[in-house]
Antibody
Framework: EAQLLESGGGLVQPGGSLRLSCDAS????????MNWVRQAPGKGLEWVSS????????YYAESVKGRFTLSRDNSKNTVYLEMTSLRADDTAVYYC??????????????WGQGTTVTVSS | QSALTQPASVSGSPGQSITISCTGS?????????VSWYQHHPGKAPKLIIF???KRPSGISDRFSGSKSGNTASLTISGLQAEDEADYYC??????????FGGGTKLTVL
């Protein structure tokens, strides 16, 4: 059974940095698109970033471009989201999600439970 | 990229059918056949219920169906059940390699 487990969330000051991890089991992250999606308190889901399966093409939402970096370690079967220059509006639950295929736009069929990031002084 | 437009809330009685709309533009919903729908119970992980406009993942009840006409995608839930009460989100590929979600619809089963 495919599963995802996020970690690395916490409280960070504005301007600070944080690295989220997403450990996968039951499938190879190298074969599928992997995505990060967030949900701010009281708000809806927001796409953050994606990496295509079997490729190194990475895509970002405008709101995080230049500040967040998605990476993938196939040997550890883990995906990361490096977040820098954090702002209050980055406060959210961050979900890692597996793509249903190598293309990241087809849909996300396995989701983690999420990790909470709070940006506050 | 602006969020896709969904009604904030819909409601129905057990056994009834409801439809949730998701309106975008020629830059997303209207051009690409990759609208997906997610069911989200607060505090839990979102769940994929429709992908590629109208396909159901294995294990998803056939009470859930997806369709699209022009720039508007729709999710229909038939035979409403209490456990269907949740938030529902649509998502589409949009130009410039982005994904865009709808604002979400809260379904209340009366």
């Amino acid at each position: 059974e495919a599963q995802l487990l996020e970690s690395g969330g916490g409280l960070v000051q504005p301007g600070g940095s944080l690295r989220l991890s997403c450990d996968a089991s039951g499938f190879r992250v190298s074969s599928y698109a992997m995505n990060w999606v967030r949900q701010a308190p009281g708000k809806g889901l927001e796409w953050v970033s994606s990496i295509g399966g079997s490729s190194n093409s990475i895509y970002y939402a405008e709101s995080v471009k230049g500040r967040f970096t998605l990476s993938r370690d196939n040997s550890k079967n883990t995906v990361y989201l490096e977040m820098t220059s954090l702002r209050a509006d980055d406060t959210a639950v961050y979900y890692c999600a597996k793509g249903i295929a190598a293309g990241y736009y087809y849909g996300m069929d396995v989701w983690g439970q999420g990790t909470t990031v709070t940006v506050s002084s | 990229q602006s969020a896709l437009t969904q009604p904030a809330s819909v409601s129905g009685s057990p056994g009834q059918s409801i439809t949730i709309s998701c309106t975008g533009s020629n830059s997303d919903v209207g051009t690409y056949k990759v609208v997906s729908w997610y069911q989200h119970h607060p505090g839990k992980a979102p769940k994929l219920i429709i992908f590629e406009d109208n396909k159901r993942p294995s294990g998803i009840s056939d009470r859930f169906s997806g369709s699209k006409s022009g720039n508007t995608a729709s999710l229909t839930i038939s035979g409403l059940q209490a456990e269907d009460e949740a938030d529902y989100y649509c998502c589409s590929y949009a130009t410039f390699y982005t994904l865009v979600f709808g604002g979400g619809t809260k379904l209340t089963v009366l």
